[in-house]
């Protein structure tokens, strides 16, 4: 390509409303503009990136065995209403009617549609596994699109669907699609893991999603320090530790006026936290249709964080988590603040205790009286629970709970996302084939997406510096840059970089030729804001010296070298 | 690819909705599934032809200086108020509201898109001429749609978009882009014609379609039998034929009582239609504004017919069409059916006669009473008009209008078109840069597009037999297929197929090795209607004979050749 007949549209300032690196970046390096919230066009600088991440999935995608094809954006209705989700599914699901007044969707995501596809198509256990992909254009609308293309309303999605007899099957095509993912994240130049993720209201079994490590990351993710174990921080189990310790203190009563969270009460006790325990009442399940949620007493240690997601699965809980309102607290003589475990399942309240509650002994809890605490509180002794449970979030030096070092967190961006799906789509739209027995037996799905759109300003976020991108080789827009220096008075310059310009497109590289008439620290910083791994500045002396001027994206100084020596770089 | 991996999707039987061979084909084929009206799933076999097709319209785009965007589906509804579309623009324009109450539409097209792209990103006249394409999802709400995927409401479509200082630049990049145009209608294998168009409401200066000619194609095409000249019907010009005759009959007021149609006059008088005059009386233009439209009286010879795109051209007559109402010709005195021109100028109407109208002589015509005709009518003597003009539609056997032979008409699918803008969405949307005199001028556009999906349709309209699909070599599925014969039961065959298919895949050729456990017919026949190029057939008579069974697609018969024959025919 010759720059002068590309499109550099670098900005010099930062847009006010880009707020996250990769955002910033795409928009200054001329990569997107921003149509409208959420919707953003990709200028030929982004559509270069955006087209080898694209082919890089693709080829490990029909690699791994899996089909192509293309589902339409548009999607009836009816469908969304065989699966429920017309209902379930919230305000991002963008519901528009056709002329003839009949109900679509912009699809968000496919599962309807390739079910549909696949009980029509699929009529014999002979023809599974089955598994087939798309890359296609996706609309959530989110209520606050942010962050540039990474949480923007319309974006690329690549996402695959397989069918299945059984869970045997389905197991060995997850475990091919991890492989491929695998493959595809390391080919693209990304540091990832990995994670176990929560499965979910989509339901089904397995599902691990793909996280590029940043710290920009919306993700919490718990490693361990000494094995594989990775776990988003939602799903990671916080194992229990230690035994109870016999009571030494008397319980007390303190009053503690005005000293309402546990970092108050803790400096006025001069206690610590981790030796008190807080509570949350939620709604419960009701035990018949049509009685009153009960409330559920959950307790934590001071320190920690109650996990929701945990807390849902719990078969009493209510899920949504819902906390309860001020007149079940006041019906129950609580006041919010000042609640301990004492008493409570003389109450008839259930109370669920976190494992690391559990084993605390001489605790701070609330007095069940306005304005008061109890110390030297014990389990048993003072206070009856229902069941212990893990209730909270991983923190950092937990046991991992493979038994194998400790936890360490660290911020992710989701990437990508392997999911057992089960015969939750299958079984609400009827996807059935022949077995050997000729009887019809219902498919086994899974289901496997990565944000193409996304990828890309994720790797933005893992590869930058104060000049701007530092792209991984195998998706920069291009390779390699030429810039003869006063190209345009020089012919001299012009003649070589040409020469070398063909050379290597012959030689299969990705070449940008900077012929444009502009200053050498124009054409530099448009180069790098770019992220242009290697950059060759063709100069008079040079010429006379036989050397060219080399510089890699992240080297501190450029270097004087021979043609020979130029090409052994780029060949690294 | 092996079969047995493959997703074949054959239908036996044609579905009863599909009217034209390239939807019962591609139905039968297993290339797509209608998801619903108008809107349909590529399976595996079809993504294959549409990932070809695509890719040389890339490789074109790219060659001939276009950089690839990618704009979104969903377009904000302020773009559309500000070029006056989101009102003009029918019940095809999808419009929603999004879950903030703001108004989108689905993007039939993005004229509106870009050239906000363009008002933002190009500031000066160095930056022109720039040209930007993007394969992307479209969509029109079709009233009726049909024909698969050759009418279909989501499509996929290339489309290019120019910027331009002056017309010079535009009709540059314009026939460069007509030379991209032929270049990948070429490399696709189909029979087309780039055919002189109209630029309709769209506006601008030059237009050409790219017609695929078939004879399920929805335009008529008209073609010189000498020359290269090709043209919409719509926009062919019927040139001036002859002299008028002198006057040698009277005029005579026949009874023709009943007889309304010009059939039905000319078989009452005995006189042929080309001999009569037939009348349309449309509303003109007013001459001031708020004044009522006056009637304009259309003369044509009685065997031709109106071209409305022609007289919506005529500066009197009122674009859209429409026809005078009853009252307006009661006001006159005139009765339909048996109007003539005769004294019409007279009454104060302007009077615009055909070109081949306007040289008949002793001619039929209305009297303008109530079922009466007059016979031996003659211009100037018995009527008067205001003035000669090309209102009509060829016909085959008219003269080419370049003055090289004759006309003749074929039916052609419009896969291309190729448009000069002009300034009218520039201007509207104020996109300006700045010339080389410092000040901003208005910049002219031109748009190219391509019907990606609608291209795989035309080619089956123009490539099939009675067996199924004949694609042409470059977008075929598979270009080679290789059946062992009783695989599943003679190792020896499955290996040198096995043999064969590494042989083939390592020099390049897109292969699949049908390895099912089907009969040979059933391969044949999926082969067949898929219309692989190349097949061959390995079973152990010939392997015993040192042969293969080859078949090329439209072969009569197959042929047993030793190996290296098979390789020279897949070379060809």
Redesign the interface.
Known sequence: MRAS???F?TLRETPNDAEVISHQLMLRAGMI?K??SG??????M???V??KVEAIIREEMDRA?S??????????ASLWQESGRFVQYG??L?R?K??HN?D?V?GPTHEE?IT??AR??LKSYK?LP?N?YQV??K?R?E?RPRFGVMRS??FVMKDAYSFHADQESLQKTYDEMYEAYCRIFTRLGLDFRPVQADTGSIGGSGSHEFHVLASSGEDDIAFSTESDYAANVEMAEAILVGERAAPEQELKIVDTHNQKTIADVSAFLGTDAKDSVKALLVQGVAAKEGEDAPVVALFLRGDHELNEIKAEKHPLIAAPIAFATEEQMAALGLTAGFIGPQGLVEKGLTVIVDRAASVLSDFVAGANEADKHATGVNWERDAKFTEVYDLRNVVEGDPSPDGKGTILIKRGIEVGHIFQLGQKYSEALGCKVLGKDGKPFTVTMGCYGIGVTRVVASAIEQNFDDKGIIWPAAIAPFQVAIVPMNAHKSPRTMEAAEALYQELLAAGYDVILDDRDERPGVKFSDLEINGIPHRIVIGEKGLDAGTFEYKGRTDAESVNISKEEVLAKLAQ
Do not use: I
Not at 39 to 44: I, N, Q, V
Not at 67 to 76: A, D, E, N, S
């Open positions: 007949r590309f499109l549209a503009r149509l409208a919707l953003y066009s990709w200028l030929p982004g559509v270069r955006l087209n065995g089909l192509q094809v293309l589902m339409p954006v548009t999607q009836p305000p991002e963008l528009f056709d002329r009949n679509f912009l549609v549909d596809l029509n198509e023809q089955a087939f296609q254009t609309f609308d209520v309303r319309e």
